[in-house]
């Protein structure tokens, strides 16, 4: 008989109970939140990196404009757009280096963040 009845609660717990069911749902859970929260902390610092790197190509373009000029003339501006500005200038100290600066500001998140280039070149 005792091979029987142990045969008979094997048979019985092939099932999982009701708390083993509710345990694995809740880590089934917690583990898709946490991919959720992990994907949308990578779709913001996508969007960061994005537009950090339009800043960056807008001054990298806005001083090889610069750099065409001549090196007599001294120059400055500024542009603004839809969530982007712009600052530039060109000057000549009297050392014969031209002094390139371009800084670009843009909103990101509530928040204003900036990308500055500056380089000097002989005349």
């Given at each position: 008989?005792?091979?029987?009845?142990?045969?008979?609660?094997?048979?019985?717990?092939?099932?999982?109970?009701?708390l083993e069911v509710i345990v694995a749902v809740v880590l089934i859970d917690v583990g898709l939140l946490a991919l959720l929260a992990?994907?949308?902390?990578?779709?913001?610092?996508?969007?960061?990196?994005?537009?950090?790197?339009?800043?960056?190509?807008?001054?990298?373009?806005?001083?090889?404009?610069?750099?065409?000029?001549?090196?007599?003339?001294?120059?400055?501006?500024?542009?603004?757009?839809?969530?982007?500005?712009?600052?530039?200038?060109?000057?000549?100290?009297?050392?014969?280096?031209?002094?390139?600066?371009?800084?670009?500001?843009?909103?990101?998140?509530?928040?204003?963040?900036?990308?500055?280039?500056?380089?000097?070149?002989?005349?």
């Amino acid at each position: 008989m005792d091979a029987h009845r142990i045969r008979t609660r094997l048979r019985a717990r092939r099932a999982f109970t009701l708390l083993e069911v509710i345990v694995a749902v809740v880590l089934i859970d917690v583990g898709l939140l946490a991919l959720l929260a992990a994907t949308a902390v990578l779709m913001r610092a996508d969007t960061d990196a994005r537009a950090r790197l339009d800043a960056t190509r807008a001054a990298d373009a806005r001083l090889a404009r610069l750099d065409a000029m001549t090196c007599d003339s001294s120059a400055a501006g500024a542009a603004g757009g839809h969530a982007r500005s712009e600052h530039w200038s060109a000057n000549l100290p009297p050392a014969g280096v031209r002094e390139l600066r371009d800084s670009v500001s843009f909103s990101m998140h509530g928040s204003t963040s900036f990308v500055v280039l500056s380089t000097r070149l002989p005349c």
